[in-house]
């Protein structure tokens, strides 16, 4: 069974753009150097100032793991300047998925 980790950030006021950027670069490099993260979206909101990042990971150990992974905890530490408020991690069984072939 798979899992989904949503992360949300809500992005200080004019740094939205800014932060969107560090997540979309930090959720690719994280998906290309971590096998058990299937995909990852990352999805925004530019007027609410939201960002979210879904990941799907292959087990619920590799997305319990992702708490203790230094390099998410770097990114954690490089972001604290742009956010708001304390980022949101909900963790969730993953019960369909739905994708268009071809």
Sequence with gaps: MSYVVMFTLHAKPGHYAQLSELYSDFASGFLSSHPS???VLVVGDEASGV?????IYGS??????VNSDPE???FNDSI???VATPP???????LHQ????G
């Design 51 to 55: 960002l979210r990042g879904v990941g």
């Design 37 to 39: 993260l299937e995909s």
């Design 80 to 82: 604290g300047e742009l």
């Design 72 to 74: 998410f905890a770097a």
């Design 60 to 65: 619920k150990d590799a997305a319990d793991g």
């Design 88 to 94: 949101e991690r909900v963790e969730l069984e993953l």
């Design 98 to 101: 739905y994708t268009r072939e």
